[in-house]
């Protein structure tokens, strides 16, 4: 399935735990998601933030595809990203 007039659906990187608005502003605007899950902590059951090198990972993964990248910080949770790093 492309895009607009067939052109390549443009791709967002983003954490699997996003808010489904997200989610559903990427189907509208006809976007692919490129998941990227972030680390779960056992302890207290929450998944975290994402770090930068899993971000870095994320996007090398996907050089040059990419028409953007979504951070969620903090999340619901209260779980911060270092996003100065990301």
Known sequence: VGGVGGEPRPRVLLPRNVHRSAVHALVMAGAEPVWVVPEYDE?????LGLSASKVAQAIKANEGSLAAVMLVSPTYHGVISDVAAI
């Open 43 to 47: 302890a207290s059951g929450l998944t």
